[in-house]
């Protein structure tokens, strides 16, 4: 299996805190990203990075940020939590060959409940 | 933007018979289609994709999808099913930036 780790795996907050994510690769992947999955919608993409402090918005990144200080690590930020993003956070990585740079590997998921 | 419909959101097949779960994508361009699958607690693996050429691709697992750019269409297929392939399955178009999946099919084998 790849090596992604997600950090943590379950995490229960409040409204209104912030709330750190991390995913971590042992890949040496140039790209990783994060999805949010929810019933009935599938998997949408919230950010992206395609190089260290590379980074742009996906599908649906309003009320998000992330990070990515080193090749291995990316972190996404809930700066002030809402309920409405209570939800499952997917980490994925890949590493382009020519035009084949899908994800590729994803992690186990973070569930995210925000009360 | 592109958009994928994934028609059934649940399917019920027998251990052994055939399997097609279908996907309809909207997309401007010739599509970048994927099929990937879920099993419960885990994240998504990729079984098969199709940028160009040969319109029938072969994936893992022993899964096959077939590209129809007439109906766009790209429909997934496995002759035989087996108990282990209960699960749920999910279409995707895209780019890898702009990836679009469908709300997902779960599949579950009866034995």
């Known amino acids: 299996d790849a090596g992604i780790t997600q950090s943590p795996r379950h995490k229960v907050t409040e409204t209104g805190t912030p709330v750190t994510l991390r995913c971590h690769q042992t890949?040496?992947?140039?790209?990783m990203y994060w999805y949010r999955q929810d019933p009935g919608h599938g998997l949408r993409l919230i950010h992206y990075?395609?190089?260290?402090?590379?980074?742009d918005k996906g599908e649906v990144s309003d009320g998000y940020s992330v990070s990515r200080s080193k090749t291995e690590d990316f972190l996404l930020t809930l700066e002030s939590a809402t309920s409405s993003q209570t939800s499952v956070y997917f980490c994925?990585?890949?590493?382009?060959?020519?035009?084949?740079?899908?994800?590729?590997?994803f992690g186990d998921g973070t569930r995210l409940s925000i009360l | 933007a592109q958009s994928v419909t994934q028609p059934d959101i649940h399917i019920t097949v027998s251990e052994g018979a055939s399997l097609e779960l279908r996907c309809n994508y909207s997309?401007?361009?010739?599509?970048?289609l994927f099929w990937y699958v879920q099993s419960p607690g885990q994240g998504l693996q990729l079984l098969l994709k199709?940028?160009?050429?040969?319109?029938l691709v072969q994936g893992i697992k022993g899964f096959e999808a077939e590209f129809k750019r007439s109906q766009s269409s790209f429909n997934l297929r496995k002759p035989s099913v087996h108990w282990s392939d209960a699960a749920e399955y999910f279409c995707?178009?895209?780019?890898?930036?702009?990836?679009?999946f469908g709300a997902g099919t779960r599949l579950t084998v009866k034995p």
């Open positions: 994925a990585i890949s590493e382009p060959t020519g035009t084949d740079n899908q994800p590729q590997h």
């Open positions: 890949e040496n992947h140039r790209y």
């Open positions: 990075s395609y190089g260290v402090k590379d980074t």
């Open positions: 997309y401007g361009a010739t599509p970048y």
């Open positions: 199709y940028f160009s050429g040969d319109t």
């Open positions: 995707a178009v895209g780019p890898n930036n702009d990836m679009r």
